[in-house]
């Protein structure tokens, strides 16, 4: 029952070099989601999905671009890494509606040195 | 332009008492509201949640107030325990969201001292 999971768990990153966040779900969910976490900010969408196939801006989607892969997975790619990047980053999948409530995964955290 | 806000970044407890988490929000076309609960190095947990038709919901030690003329909510949590002790999400969203994204505040530390 490994609900969301993420890779990597940390990362440091220079300024300017790129990665890319992976994120798989096994509960069958057509919905997806990335959020940053940052003091004081609370969580903020970044990117989204509703259902495979499509992808939409959140908040935040500034600097990523994200790929809905399939079904289970939901990449968010930093293409040029900046220090305003740093950041816990989590995803999260639902059903159609929020009103079921988010899986979240743990996290990645990520510096930008 | 933060549409839900929490505005107590932390709040400190006695076990065995109440903690009361307040939650305020803008946007009149919120319908759905939920709290998470995140402990350190984790992700957020879905704990309890209520819908804009309801004023009241409760789920053993945890009961969710809502107020829709003053647009604010608050988590009560009786008797705290030691095991609370975590950041404390409110979260909206509204029917017409597409993808049913949730809005989260900025979070709220609780700390409950044994």
């Known amino acids: 029952n490994a609900g969301v999971t993420q890779t990597p768990k940390f990362q440091v990153l220079k300024t300017g070099q790129s990665m890319t966040l992976q994120c798989a779900q096994d509960m069958n969910h057509n919905s997806m989601y990335w959020y940053r976490q940052d003091p004081g900010m609370g969580l903020r969408l970044i990117y989204y999905?509703?259902?495979?196939?499509?992808?939409d801006k959140g908040e935040v989607p500034n600097g990523y671009n994200v790929s809905r892969l399939n079904k289970r997975e939901f990449s968010l790619r930093l293409e040029s890494a900046a220090p305003s990047q740093t950041s816990v980053y989590f995803c999260?999948?639902?059903?159609?509606?929020?009103?079921?409530?988010?899986?979240f995964g743990s996290g990645t955290r990520l510096t930008v040195v | 332009d933060q549409q839900v806000k929490q505005n107590s970044p932390s709040l400190s407890v006695q076990e065995g008492r109440i903690s009361i988490l307040n939650c305020d929000y803008t946007?009149?076309?919120?319908?759905?509201f939920l709290w998470y609960k995140k402990y350190p190095a984790e992700g957020p947990t879905f704990l309890i949640s209520i819908s804009s038709i309801k004023d009241k919901n409760e789920d053993g030690r945890f009961t969710v107030f809502l107020n829709k003329s003053a647009k604010h909510l608050s988590l009560h949590i009786v008797p705290s325990q030691p095991g609370d002790s975590a950041v404390y999400f409110c979260a909206a969203s509204g029917i017409y969201n597409q993808g049913g994204k949730l809005i989260f505040g900025q979070g709220t530390e609780l700390s409950v001292k044994p």
């Open positions: 946007n009149s076309m919120f319908d759905y």
């Open positions: 999905s509703a259902s495979e196939g499509t992808t």
């Open positions: 999260a999948s639902s059903e159609i509606a929020a009103n079921y409530g988010y899986t």
